[in-house]
Structure formats: structure tokens, C-alpha cells
């Protein structure tokens, strides 16, 4: 089972992760997501293990523990490629017209699982928050 962890302290090492999922079973990979081009850490990571059960022991134990002074999150990961082919539903760009959730205005500036200039993610309407008409773009006041 995959398993992510998120709000993992910056200074953790690869090797200091798996001996926290080590206590509950054989890890087969770990891996802390790092910034490609400073190299740190960006405070989330996987890993793997081969018993599902072991996994969701791992889970319900480490979820909301306390390493190196903040709380992380441990869940099962879920498959990119499940959610709707390569690069999955999540992934998605919005463009500039529609978004994710979004009424008519665009999703959250743009990019991955964003909609674009036209509004807020989740946001209602034609324009949500202060950017974008029902087309995208800026609003203009017209006074």
C-alpha cells in the first residue's frame, strides 16, 4: 500500500521516515518530495509497504503523531492514474473560462487542478473573487 505523509518537518531525511514506518512493518520505499531546484524538502512524502495490513496499522498509529515538533498526516495515497487516465482527474487544467467547481469565472490562478484568471477555486457566479468577468480576465469597473 502507498502511503502519504504530509506536514513532515523540513529537516527530516528519507532514512529517519522509514524507521518511523519500520515499527509497524517491512517498507519497501520511501520517499520525501523535495524542491527541484533548491533540493529541500517541500514537507510531504510516500511511502510504500507491501502488507496492507501492516500499512493501515501504520496509518491509524502515526496519523496526528508528533515528529520532530509538528503534527503530520498520514493517509492511504491514492492512484493519480485511477482518478481518469495519465495525469488523472485531479490534474486537469481549468483554462480560462471554466475551473474546478467553479461557477463561470476560472479556478485558482492558473496551472495543475486550477482554473485560470477567472475567479476563485470553488467559487460561484461568472467571476468569483475580486479577479475575472464571465469571461476571464480582469474586471473593469465601468463607471
Known amino acids: 500500500m502507498n502511503i502519504f505523509i504530509g506536514s513532515l ?6 532514512g529517519d521516515l522509514k524507521s518511523y514506518f519500520e515499527e509497524y512493518g517491512e517498507v519497501s520505499t520511501v ?3 523535495t ?3 533548491t533540493g529541500r524538502s517541500k514537507g510531504y512524502g ?3 509497504m507491501p502488507s496492507d495490513d501492516e500499512a493501515q496499522k501504520a496509518i491509524d498509529e502515526l496519523n496526528g503523531a508528533e515528529v520532530g515538533g509538528r503534527t503530520i498526516v498520514v ?4 492512484d493519480r492514474r485511477a482518478a481518469g487516465g495519465p495525469g488523472g482527474a485531479t490534474r486537469k487544467p481549468g483554462g480560462f473560462g471554466g475551473g474546478n467547481r467553479s461557477g ?3 479556478g485558482d490562478r492558473g496551472g495543475y487542478n486550477k482554473g485560470g484568471f477567472g ?8 467571476g468569483g473573487n475580486s479577479r ?6 480582469y474586471r473593469r469597473s465601468e463607471d
Not at 518537518?9 to 528519507?14: G, N, R, V
Not at 493517509?75 to 491514492?78: G, L, P, Q, T
Open 75 to 78: 493517509n492511504k495515497s491514492e
Open 132 to 137: 475575472g468577468g464571465d469571461r476571464g480576465g
Open 35 to 37: 524542491d527541484k531546484f
Open 119 to 126: 475567479g476563485g477555486n470553488r467559487s460561484g457566479g461568472s
Open 46 to 48: 510516500f511511502v510504500e
Open 9 to 14: 518537518p523540513f529537516s527530516l531525511s528519507e
Open 31 to 33: 520517499k520525501i518530495i
Open 104 to 106: 463561470g469565472g476560472g
